[in-house]
Nanobody, 115 residues
Framework: QVQLVESGGGLVQPGGSLRLSCAVSGSIFSNYVVGWYRQAPGKERELLARISSGGITNYADSVKGRFTISRDNAKKTLYLQMNSLKPEDTAVYYC?????????WGQGTQVTVSS
């Protein structure tokens, strides 16, 4: 059974940083695109960043220059380094494993940016 488990969320002040992690089990990791999404209350789930098996990245305009996605294939772990956080970054953050024929999601981790 494929499982994705996010960690690293929490409460941070505006301008602060957090690093999210997503540990993948039960599936080959290195072959697939993985990504980070978020969903704020009352809003649709939003794609933030994706990274291909070859390390090619793409970002949403809302986080470009502030967030960095990376992966460690040996550890089967996905990361999201978030800097210069803003109150509007407050949301539940989800990681996603895209195997083409199916998508798998983690349970989400809450990020709250507030003073």
């Amino acid at each position: 059974q494929v499982q994705l488990v996010e960690s690293g969320g929490g409460l941070v002040q505006p301008g602060g940083s957090l690093r999210l992690s997503c540990a993948v089990s039960g599936s080959i990791f290195s072959n697939y695109v993985v990504g980070w999404y978020r969903q704020a209350p009352g809003k649709e789930r939003e794609l933030l960043a994706r990274i291909s098996s070859g390390g090619i990245t793409n970002y949403a305009d809302s986080v470009k220059g502030r967030f960095t996605i990376s992966r460690d294939n040996a550890k089967k772990t996905l990361y999201l380094q978030m800097n210069s956080l803003k109150p509007e970054d407050t949301a539940v953050y989800y990681c996603n494993l895209d195997r083409g024929y199916t998508q798998t999601w983690g349970q989400g981790t809450q990020v709250t940016v507030s003073s």
